[in-house]
């Protein structure tokens, strides 16, 4: 049989030159979530199957695009999961770890960054593995506190140059209101099942809300004349959203009113939204879509704190940032190169370290290349110092360096290399 060395389907390699954006990326995150208080949780990318498979989940993530394993022992056989998405795991450490138990601490601000899994049907922005970048806050129910988590997350959608996003954000309401419209959803739909595809009729009897998810059914006339939310809110569902939206007015965040939108996972309440592009047609449109959940903490055992929080899906970011033009590619380059020739390598190995251990950037060859290739090496790296080590140099413990800017050439003493080199740099 043919060997398949190849990456699996859906998944991808990023050489050195993309993960170079990844980690300016990761920096720019990093540096929003200290400023907005958010502190790096690491869960595990595998868990118990049970943690994602929770009762009454009948989301496609959960029932279809798990990628699940066995493990046998002595004892019997375990079954895992690879994380899909970021919450559950959090959600069930924030608990094993009695995070609630310090309520000084509360809401607890986490994120987290990794890889999550999901199979399903490969296309642009949408892969078996993916990264995500999401963050949890767990333990206060404030609509000023949904606000914090679109206001962390288009700031960094700014800081990435990514232009022309808006928030679509709705709200499910408290269990009152969200019961209600279930009921509603129902007796709509119960006349048209034979017309909607079979996953809503599965979604029918699970939780008929996630039928406005649709992605089959979605421009089914069906669907836009069903029952709207907003006019089963309660009071309370109502005077919350209204503040979410004053919020979003007093930061100045484009928003716009989604009432169909109710989000992919079915642990959410009240606030949801999802960041798509302006300009969005397409499927693959939100670049991080979350909101406030209920109920998850308690089912695993943390009592009743509701939570708040998003999935930002950083191929998707760094495709629209990159579209913008926000990301040149930048070719390897060092500080100094040394250029050696003849019997001298331990000490242009000394050399060299000396350079780095100063904190320069520092390249020298490995194949024996001729003087001249050497010289073309520096050129492609871009080096601004060449220090050339001959034989000579060698016996007078000394080195030449070269500036390629001002193309003045000194010999210098080994002990002085790295204190002159440093002065040429301006780096003093
Ligand atoms: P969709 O409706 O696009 O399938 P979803 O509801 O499954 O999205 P979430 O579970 O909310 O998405 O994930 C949050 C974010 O993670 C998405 O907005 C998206 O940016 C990203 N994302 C989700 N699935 C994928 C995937 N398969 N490949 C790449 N990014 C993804
Ligand atoms: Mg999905």
Not at 218 to 243: L, Q, V
Not at 360 to 374: F, I, M, P
Request: glycine share 8%; charged share 30%.
């Amino acid at each position: 049989m043919a060997k398949n060395y190849q990456v699996p389907t859906g998944t991808q390699d990023f050489l050195p030159q993309q993960t170079k954006i990844w980690q300016e990326v990761e920096q720019i995150i990093r540096e929003e979530c200290e400023k907005y208080s958010y502190q790096e949780i690491r869960t595990p990318v595998f868990e118990y199957t049970e943690v994602f498979k929770t009762e009454n989940d009948s989301s496609d993530m959960v029932t279809k695009e798990m990628y699940t394993f066995e493990t046998t022992s002595e004892k019997g056989s375990t079954s895992f999961v690879l994380r899909p998405e970021g919450t559950k795991g959090i959600v069930r450490s924030f608990v094993e770890h009695k995070l609630y138990g310090n309520t000084a601490e509360l809401p607890q601000k986490l994120y987290y960054i990794g890889p999550m899994f999901r199979h399903e049907r490969p296309q642009k922005g949408r892969y078996r593995q993916f990264h995500q970048f999401g963050i949890e806050a767990i333990g206060a129910k404030d609509p000023l506190l949904d606000v914090e988590t679109i206001a962390l997350g288009y700031s960094i959608i700014k800081r990435l140059g990514i232009k022309d996003v808006k928030i679509l954000v709705n709200s499910l309401g408290d269990d009152e209101s969200r019961n209600n419209y279930r009921q509603a959803l129902k007796d709509y739909f119960k006349p048209h099942l034979n017309e909607l595809c079979e996953d809503c009729n599965r979604r029918y009897e699970m939780n008929p809300l996630r039928i406005l998810d649709c992605k089959v059914d979605r421009n089914n006339p069906i669907f836009t004349s069903a029952p709207s939310i907003k006019d089963y809110w309660n009071e309370t569902s109502k005077e919350y959203f209204a503040k979410v939206i004053e919020g979003l007015e007093i930061l100045q965040i484009p928003y716009e009113i989604d009432d169909k939108l109710v989000r992919g996972l079915d642990y959410y309440s009240n606030t949801v939204y999802e960041a798509v592009p302006i300009d969005a047609t397409g499927q693959q449109a939100a670049v991080f879509a979350g909101g406030q959940y209920d109920g998850l903490v308690d089912y695993f055992g943390g009592g009743p704190l509701p939570g708040v929080g998003f999935g930002m899906g950083l191929e998707r970011v760094i495709e629209l940032a990159k579209e913008q033009g926000r990301f040149e590619v930048t070719n390897k380059s060092c500080d100094v190169y040394v250029i050696t020739m003849g019997d001298v390598a331990a000490y242009g190995l000394q050399a060299t370290q000396s350079l780095r251990e100063a904190g320069l950037k520092v390249e020298k060859d490995y194949l024996g290349r001729s003087l001249k290739a050497q010289f073309k090496a520096t050129e492609r790296l871009q080096s601004k110092i060449i220090v050339i080590i001959g034989e000579e140099e060698k016996e007078k413990r000394t080195v030449n360096v070269k500036n390629v800017a001002t193309q003045t050439q000194q010999t210098v003493s080994i002990d002085e290399l790295v204190e002159f080199v440093k002065k040429e740099l301006g780096k003093e």
